[in-house]
């Protein structure tokens, strides 16, 4: 598979006109932005896993039935000290970078203090996270950069240490109903403690600092303690419902003293990171209105949780989907060392996921039996048992296993629906199907073609739409038998039936996560070209609108 996870990947700046075969529909227009690591090599240096390569942003633009594709890397601080160097200077989670042999003492005892106390990577390579009218490139530090989602230049980088005081983040934030922000991240061993900060950006500032960023504006909803100082959880998403919101601190932790004296070890970051089987997985569930955290303490046993699908309320109970590992051994195998074996011999390692559904009562009864289950619906099978102390124990429903990069009709978001969009990792982290499960009836949905390897499937609803699966799914695929071109599937979300596809003539990289902005939802005019795009901003605008 090194065709798809370590062949560096040429940017196409300027739009590439598609092939387009089938019919688009006339309804569907605006752009398909997306993100993930396109360059593993650095002259003579290697990443050691698929996370680390450097971020490479392409979209593809959907107008009157035509489409066009570009891409561009992310001009982070990180990649251009690396290009600058020809060689691999900043440190990613599983890659840490050592200084040039030949360079003299002081830039070598430069670079271990920078890793004692390490300034983390802006190499934003994960997902775009929407914020107002602005669009950021997001991983999981403390660092966003800003871009121009018509261009894909790179613009300011923004630091949520300055305004939310936090170390890490979340990339995979939610937006509620008026389009504010919600993210959560970690604050290490500040003034003597390790929290988890709930904050929100709002979606619009006030009209005297109009010229401010809805960032300059975020602000701290809620913070939990860690129960570790040292060792905070690790955690990439998190869940939300109409009044609550959902955290998972999971037993797959950081060790933050390991962090420290990684560098001199001469280990990885990732290394740091550890699963411990005999701990327990704690279900926080914060109140939105009070911006206080239940005082009922929820857990369940010990997992790893990537991916949260959707949570609801139903008759008192909080109902939340994940999708679920019994251990980490999903993140090894994204090493590149691992990825490049053959198929058959990569799926002896993988961990098949699970998704699960938990029940969480929100008001438990003091009085109820120990041993007693506390949800009492006809729609799942979870259950929560009361024990001794407050304390209540959540045994999951198996909904089904195999899906990952789990996507819904955001419309549905916080609240009950029936459909969940994925992709098929049965027997492999590489996905080679998408899924339409159906939680009502049990049942799936798939579309497969030979050779052919889906990203994560967006669903974009038709204007006006009732049905929840009214709408069209998108998914950029990867073709790893040349010549037949990679290209943009647009599929009928109800049946799962193919309405088109746009061939790129371009070597397109695999990507993780990204948005749909519709032309309704955005003005290009109001998206500022940064310094490095403006001596040729006359040339963008006009390609823009080939």
Known sequence: MDVMFARNKKEHPEPVRAKVTGKIPAWLQGTLLRNGPGMHTVGETRYNHWFDGLALLHSFTIRDGEVYYRSKYLRSDTYNSNIEAN???????????????????????????????????????INIMRCGEEFYAVTETNYIRKINPQTLETLEKVDYRKHVGVNVATSHPHYDSAGNVLNIGTSIVDKGKTTYVIFKIPATVPDRTKRKSPLQHAEVLCTLPSRSLLSPSYYHSFGLTENHIVFLEQPFKLDILKMATAYIRRVSWASCLTFHREDKTYIHIIDQRTRKPVATKFYT?????????????????????????????????????????????????????????????????????????LVQLASTTARALKENDDHVY???????????????????????????????????PNPNKILKYDLLTKSFLKWE??????????????PGATDEDDGILLSAIFSSKPPKQSFLLILDARSLTELARAYVDVDMHVDLHGLFIPDVDWDPRKQAPSQEGQDRAADCRVASQT
């Open 87 to 125: 060689r691999i200077v900043v440190s990613e989670f599983g890659t840490m970078a050592y200084p040039d042999p030949s360079k003299n003492v002081l830039t070598k005892a430069f670079f271990y203090l920078s890793h004692t106390i390490p300034d983390f990577t802006d190499n934003c390579l």
């Open 301 to 373: 046993d010990p997992m790893v949780v990537f991916h949260h699908v959707n949570a609801y309320e139903e008759d008192g109970v909080l109902l939340f989907d994940v999708i679920t590992y019994e251990d980490n051994r999903l993140y090894d195998c994204f090493y590149l060392a691992n990825l490049n074996q053959d198929i058959e011999e990569s799926s002896k390692s993988f961990p098949v996921p699970a998704l699960k559904r938990f029940a969480v009562p929100l008001r438990t009864d003091k009085n109820a039996q120990v041993g007693s289950n």
């Open 394 to 428: 959540c045994q999951p429903e198996l909904l089904c296993e195999g899906l990952e990069l789990p996507q819904i009709n955001y419309a549905h978001n916080g609240k009950r629906y029936r459909y969940v969009f994925a992709a098929d990792v049965h027997t492999s």
């Open 449 to 462: 073609e030979e050779h052919c390897w889906p990203s994560e499937s967006l669903f974009v609803p038709t």
